[in-house]
């Protein structure tokens, strides 16, 4: 199958590369900066419409990873990636012919805030997503799922928190902040939330490609299905870093304010520096969040391959051999 | 003899909640004199029907009442609720009807409708009598008769006569339901809970007005208080009518919390029909079939009308309760010894016993207390309880024992639902009696000056039955058919539920725990455990009852145990878990002759909780030539298993409570639960199968006290009692228990159960208590443990990511989501060992989905 994965250089793109090059199929990949994943390249932005239609053509599969995440900025970026840069994707991949498209979201599309507790995956509602993020995530998942017909299946694979060895993002984050002593507990840190270890959240997105065309215009939440009160998250990350656990306490309430008001300040000022909280932030720290994942893995006929626990060896390891 | 504003039927808007446009229908009956009367009804329509529902509103509700009853139709049931002549959408007649004209107005209607096959009728509220009165015209039709909240006559003592003077009163009448909504807007502040808004609005829509409101006041108006009301020979006729229908399966829906309808009409009610089913929505009120699911009672109750009874029928006979201490009538060997701190405090020979039980039971009589009626017991365990217990069962009435670890709300609720028509209480029982209002013409146990006895109401004492019946001829005994005794379940996941008991089935009792323990009449026995104080007068053996707060099982200590022990150099010791981990805890007070007594104890029997083998081997340790046992069992059917310290310590952990094998004559099956911890399977005793323990046995419970849902929803299959407990067989066959069936967490890959999980986590050496609930929705819950550290710790919170780890690493594929940490558990009072699951899932769920941590 001749594939074409954008954003390879995230942690879950070059993860899907790996798995769908090792396996034999035709993979090229589509993104600023080199993958140096050994397969055919394109690089580019997906804000640019002739360099996807450049990349995309002769695909017979898309999965689209590439997306702008981050918990603060200007809106307008989020647009140009997460709604119009979907958007030129599809659009390429619907002209070149391609059957199946296996698009990247996030459950943050279809929560309004309040906890989510053993939750089916929502419709995405972007008048009710929290932040720029969620909602510029919603539009896009909106429009992708527009685009599933009979020619082309498009199926979306809402991850929630990927986290891995050599993940920038959250474990990436929760770390430096704890090495500088800011990272903090919010509220009592018991609120359960769903996180998923890379491994398996390729797995789940190759066996939504191969699933694709009996699961067109579906959207699945991916997990784990091990979820954990926040605080352990953090303190099992900090320690596979080889840091003490947080004790830093902040209320839920404080935080929450506490975030909007630098929200507030960081628009002002125009800062695309990471802000020390933001409401969003506050709220995903603060509520619960994990999800009924039965529908899921029928659908998908994928288990996570690898438990919390292998994940956080494995973790630990991976520091271990940096600190090396 | 048009009088009022006049108005064509109309169909109902379209927007009401819940209602189905397609059930609305406008029927037209003939009327003398006039074009005819047009009415409104709903009707599912259903043709062919197996049978009819005939739904009868009162005031001032309509046919939107009995919307979720038609929803909830079986396909071959058809519904027909009606909206009377000026109420609802029917017709505005102008005329004033009252309740004889009313049930000709029905008999029109459904001769109009062709309901010729058989009818179910159901009323609520003054939808009863009419209800009633077309049942009896109709006789050969009717099928059933389903009442709700509803009187055919004012029963001495019921305020509601003087409610509805007070809304009679002139003036007041048309400016309360007529010129005003509200009389319509007070019936719906009765439901409970609050109506929604928009319900609310769909009952208030058709009677916007005061032109359509006029019947409300009519009906008010109707209601016959004295002889000479137009409307009196009308409801004695309906009321005196009953006596036809006592044949008739009768169905009895209550909702207690009712300020018109209290429990008072449901006594009057359930006299007129002794065969009726009661079943009695406690917290629910006036608006029953708002307030409760009537539909999952009705739907069930028609569907086994044409079935044999849910209990069976004795099938050998037994000697009668009393046998035992009859044999002994002439022995003055101590029967009961009650011990105060000082040592014995008082006494009694079986002699004097049997002679007691003999005149109180005609005192009894002489007082007026018939073969069949309740007397409430609330008396300490000791002689007088012994005395009361056997004179009621000796003159027929049946025993209702509310025990103190209900506590003072618990009490009320279930003396509300028993209704005793006595009440022999000690005086601290009288006093909260007159003060909370239990039911129940009050006896004290004791003496008391004349002012305080005026004051509390007291019409007689034991003293005064013991004369009075000293010279009254015995009264005749009651059959081992009869009802004899109404115990109450702990209660722990809402109000507790009475238990019948037959003779028969307490004969069945005795004499399974006699064939169990091979008690003979050398053995004597020290009861420190509440239910088993009868014990001794029943099998005819001494017993003591130990200096101790009865209601609180762990201030029995060793030295009070070994002073009853050699009080009767007993041979068999009755005690609760808490009572035995007292024991242990106070061994040092006992001194050497105590010790030499506790050599002669050969059983111990540990009873009402599950106790763990440490415990019993604590206990042993004092009575060093004893064998400890624990039986398994409930309310509803004791004992169900046995099993001994040795058998324990064989079986081994596992998952659950080993509580041994089946006691002879006592059948037990599994019923295996289904993804989302529903027990479906059929009955099977299969090693591995994990289900609902469901029991057989001759001594099992009757049923439960006015709650005929609950009775035959836990009498699956017919016969069996469904315990709610969740176990398995092993290969040997012993059973394990391994909780409580509302306490199965439902994950994704299945159902898993608490007490395995509890115990391999408490056996880690810094855990003293281990409690294992699931969080979120059923079928995907996760696995939550709480666990007291025995370090001790001030608050609850999160356990530190070690502890979690260590116990984790006890549980073996199970993924537990969290692992939390608390000073204490909650227990259920009554046994003070019971983990309360419950409240410890509600508290996991709040602090887990980022709620205030707080207190469990």
Redesign the interface.
């Known amino acids: 199958m001749r594939v074409l994965v954008t954003g390879a250089t995230s942690l879950v793109g070059a993860a899907v590369v790996t798995r769908l090059r090792d396996r034999g199929d035709a993979v090229s990949v589509f993104q600023r900066r080199p993958s140096e994943l050994g397969v055919v390249e394109h690089l580019g932005d997906v804000a640019d419409r002739a360099a996807v239609a450049g990349a995309v053509a002769g695909a017979e599969a898309v999965v689209h990873v590439a997306g702008l995440a981050s918990v603060t900025g200007r809106w307008e970026r989020f647009e140009a990636t997460n709604v119009l840069g979907v958007r030129n994707v599809v659009e390429a991949a619907k002209e070149t012919g391609a059957e199946r498209f296996v698009h990247v979201s996030s459950p943050s599309v279809a929560h309004s805030g309040r906890?989510l507790?053993?939750a089916p995956a929502g419709p995405a509602d972007p008048e009710r997503a929290r932040g720029h993020y969620a909602r510029s995530k919603a539009q896009g998942e909106l429009f992708a799922l527009g685009a599933n017909s009979s020619s082309m299946a498009v199926v979306v694979i809402r991850p929630h928190l990927i986290w891995g060895p050599g993940d920038t993002q959250l474990v990436a984050r929760i770390v430096d902040r704890a090495r500088a002593g800011r990272l903090a507990i919010i509220?009592?840190?018991?609120?359960?939330i769903d996180t998923i270890y890379i491994d398996n959240a390729a797995d789940a997105l190759v066996a939504a490609l191969d699933r694709a065309p009996g699961l067109g215009g579906r959207a699945f939440v991916v997990t784990n299905?091990?979820?954990?009160?926040v605080?352990?998250v953090l303190?099992?990350i900090v320690?596979a870093a080889g840091l003490e656990?947080p004790r830093l306490k902040v209320p839920?309430g404080v935080a929450r304010v506490g975030g909007t008001a630098v929200e507030w300040i960081w628009e002002r000022r125009g800062s695309e520096e990471e802000p020390p909280m933001t409401s969003f932030l506050a709220e995903q720290l603060?509520?619960?969040h994990?999800f009924?994942?039965?529908e899921t893995r029928q659908a998908l006929e994928w288990e996570p391959a690898v438990t919390l626990?292998e994940g956080f060896e494995r973790l630990t390891d991976w520091f271990a051999a940096q600190r090396a | 003899m048009t009088t009022g504003p006049v108005s064509p039927a109309t169909h109902p808007p379209p927007t009401l909640v819940g209602l189905d446009r397609e059930w609305s229908r406008l029927v037209t009956t003939a009327e003398l004199d006039t074009t005819g009367r047009t009415w409104h009804v709903l009707d599912n329509q259903v043709s062919d029907p197996a049978i009819t529902l005939l739904c009868v509103h009162g005031n001032p509700t309509w046919s939107y009442l009995w919307r979720d009853l038609i929803a909830a139709a079986p396909a071959n049931v058809r519904v027909v609720a009606i909206d009377h002549l000026d109420m609802g959408y029917s017709e505005r007649t102008g005329t004033k009807r009252r309740l004889s004209q009313r049930i000709e107005d029905l008999c029109a209607l459904t001769d109009e409708l062709g309901l010729t096959g058989p009818v179910v009728t159901i009323g609520h509220d003054w939808g009863g009598p009419i209800s009633l009165g077309w049942a009896q015209r109709r006789q050969s039709q009717t099928a059933g008769i389903v009442l709700m909240n509803t009187a055919v006559h004012q029963p001495e003592g019921s305020r509601a006569p003087s409610l509805i003077r007070a809304v009679r009163t002139r003036g007041v009448l048309k400016n309360v339901c007529e010129t005003t909504p509200m009389f319509i807007r007070a019936t719906m502040a009765l439901a409970r809970p609050r109506l929604e808004r928009r319900v609310r609005g769909a009952y208030e829509a058709p009677y916007r007005s005061s032109d359509r409101r006029a019947a409300i006041a009519t009906f008010v108006e109707d209601i016959p208080l004295t002889e000479n009301h137009p409307s009196h020979s009308a409801l004695e006729s309906v009321a005196r009518g009953l006596e036809q229908l006592m044949d008739v399966p009768a169905l009895l829906l209550w909702g207690p919390s009712d300020p018109v309808f209290s429990d008072l009409y449901l006594k009057d009610l359930s006299g007129r029909l002794p065969r009726a089913e009661v079943h009695r929505f406690i917290g629910s009120g006036h608006l029953l079939p708002e307030d409760a699911d009537i539909a999952a009672v009705i739907y069930p109750w028609l569907e086994q009308l044409d079935q044999p009874p849910d209990h069976a029928l004795p099938t050998i006979d037994r000697a009668p309760l009393w046998a035992a201490l009859d044999e002994r009538t002439d022995d003055d060997v101590d029967a009961i010894i009650e011990m105060g701190a000082e040592g014995e405090e008082a006494s009694i020979t079986f002699q004097h016993l049997d002679a007691d039980i003999r005149s109180m039971a005609a005192g009894l009589v002489d007082l007026g207390v018939s073969k069949g009626d309740r007397v409430a017991l609330l008396v300490l365990p000791g002689i007088d309880l012994a005395v009361c217990i056997f004179a009621c069962w000796r003159m027929g009435a049946v025993v209702v024992l509310a025990d103190a670890g209900l506590g003072v709300r618990g009490m009320g609720q279930a003396l509300a639902s028993a209704d005793p028509a006595y009440l022999i209480g000690i005086p601290k029982a009288i006093a909260a009696a007159r003060t909370m209002g239990w039911p129940g013409v009050r006896i004290s146990t004791k003496e008391l000056p004349p002012s305080q006895r005026r004051l509390l109401g007291v019409v007689a004492t034991l003293d005064e039955l013991y004369s009075r019946g000293r010279e009254r001829p015995a009264p005749p005994l009651p059959s081992s058919l009869d009802e004899a005794a109404i115990g109450f379940t702990s209660g722990a996941t809402g109000p507790a539920k009475g238990v019948v008991y037959r003779h028969h089935q307490l004969q069945a009792q005795r004499d399974a725990i006699i064939e169990l323990y091979g008690i003979s009449a050398s053995d004597s026995l020290v009861a420190a455990f509440g239910p088993f104080a009868l014990f001794g007068p029943l099998t005819g053996i001494p017993s003591v009852v130990p200096d101790m707060e009865v209601t609180s099982p762990s201030t029995l200590t060793a030295e009070a145990l070994a002073a009853a022990v050699k009080a009767v150099n007993a041979s068999l010791v009755f005690a609760s878990p808490a009572a035995l981990t007292n024991i242990a805890v106070t061994a040092d007070g006992i001194t050497p002759e105590q010790a030499e007594a506790m050599e002669g104890v050969r059983i111990l029997i540990s009873a009402g909780a599950p106790v763990s083998a440490p415990v019993l081997q604590a206990a042993r340790a004092l009575m060093p030539n004893s064998e400890p046992h624990t039986p398994y069992g409930m309310t509803e059917v004791m004992p169900v298993a046995d099993i001994s310290l040795e058998e324990i310590e064989a079986a081994g952990p596992g998952n659950g409570v080993c509580v041994g094998h089946p006691t002879n004559g006592v059948e037990v099956m599994l019923s295996a639960l289904d993804a989302v911890g529903n027990a479906v399977g059929p009955l099977s005793d299969e090693s591995g199968v994990v289900g609902e323990v469901c029991i057989r046995a001759p001594h099992m419970r009757d049923g439960y006290d006015k709650l005929w849902m609950t009775s035959h929803a836990a009498s699956q299959p017919t016969g069996w009692h469904r315990s709610g407990d969740v176990g398995h067989f092993d290969e040997a066959g012993r059973l394990w228990i391994e909780g409580r069936i509302g306490h199965v967490v439902t994950t994704e890959v299945g159902p898993v159960t608490p007490v395995g999980i509890e115990r391999c986590v408490a056996l880690l050496t810094d855990v003293a208590d281990a409690g294992v609930v699931g969080v979120g929705p059923l079928g995907v819950q996760r696995v939550v443990v709480v666990v007291v550290p025995r370090a001790g710790i001030r608050r609850p919170g999160l356990a530190a990511e070690d502890l979690a780890d260590r116990v984790r690493g006890q549980v073996d594929g199970i993924d537990v989501a969290a692992v939390l940490t608390a000073p204490s558990l909650p227990v259920d009072k009554r046994h003070n060992s019971k983990i309360d699951r419950t409240r410890i899932a509600r508290w996991a769920e709040r602090v887990l989905a980022g709620g205030r941590v707080g207190r469990i």
């Open positions: 906890s507790v053993g509220g009592s840190g018991a609120s359960l299905g091990q979820p954990r009160p605080r352990e303190a099992r320690m656990p839920y603060g509520t619960a994990w009924d994942q039965r626990s």
